[in-house]
């Protein structure tokens, strides 16, 4: 790890209180392990709820920290508490910079309710101008009104063994989707995987599809290797983990963007 960029890193994690967007108590919140938000009856797909535990909002924050920066725009699927998105939005500065967009999408609606009352709590001028917005909708669409990211963050699993096409193409050229991917579905268990669309596919969409990384991560899977690329896509192997499947919640008929409650 690069010593400057961890304390950059640490720095925005102690900015933005872990402790604004737990249940339980101070002592179970910071705590390095995931903290429950919301038990399975209080979801739309039936899934408990957490917000992951600290050293996997460190990874994520350090692998796309050099996509973090002022004037660009960070999609968080998945977003739950809303805690790593207001980490987004503070390195992006969306409190005063107007082109910076942090949005985060979750498909469970109380979630994202309590990441707006969870934001308001100490950090509301990161709302600035709808600069950063926490969407109710269905994370495998991604949130198109601001394509293209620079960063995609993905913190629930994709449970097809492939890359989410929509989040793909949504991903700007140069830009990192960091993602859990389970590539043996008799497995209960997935990677983190940090894959990169060449800057070269800038003007050449019919050249960079998503299928160029669907054959690396076959590639990964057979040859056991934890680093592969071809001329549209370069996939990092990270660690296994365990998250909850990201969910299709088919009542959703159109995406509902809240910033204040």
């Known amino acids: 790890y690069d010593p400057s960029k961890v304390d950059k890193v640490l720095k925005v994690m102690l900015h933005i209180d872990r402790w604004d967007f737990c249940k339980g108590t101070p002592e179970r919140c910071y705590y390095d392990g995931a903290n429950v938000i919301a038990q399975q009856g209080e979801t739309e797909t039936g899934d408990h709820a957490t917000i992951s535990a600290p050293h996997m909002h460190f990874i994520a ?73 926490m969407v109710c909708g269905n994370g495998w669409e991604g949130y198109q009104v601001y394509q293209k990211y620079d960063a995609i963050h ?14 793909w193409n949504q991903l700007k050229p140069g830009g990192i989707l960091f993602a859990p991917i389970r590539l043996d579905s008799n497995v209960e268990s997935e990677t ?52 909850v499947l990201l969910r299709k919640n088919q009542r959703l008929k159109e995406v509902r963007s809240t910033r204040q409650i």
């Open 61 to 133: 924050i350090y692998e796309l920290f050099d996509k973090l920066k002022p004037g660009n725009k960070v999609l968080d699927i998945g977003s739950g508490s809303g805690y790593l998105t207001a980490c987004f939005a503070q390195l992006l500065d969306t409190s005063k910079n107007t082109i910076s967009k942090a949005i985060g999408v979750d498909v469970v609606s109380k979630l994202v309710k309590d990441s707006v009352v969870n934001i308001n709590k100490n950090h509301s001028h990161l709302f600035n101008r709808a600069n950063l917005q």
């Open 154 to 167: 993905v913190g629930a699993t994709v449970g097809d063994g492939k890359v989410p096409e929509a989040l």
């Open 192 to 243: 983190i995987f940090i894959i990169t669309k060449p800057v070269r596919c800038l003007g050449k969409s019919s050249g960079c599809q998503v299928t160029h990384c669907n054959d690396l991560l076959q590639k990964l899977k057979v040859s056991g290797e934890d680093e592969s690329s071809n001329e549209f896509c370069h996939i990092k192997k990270m660690m296994n983990v365990r998250y």
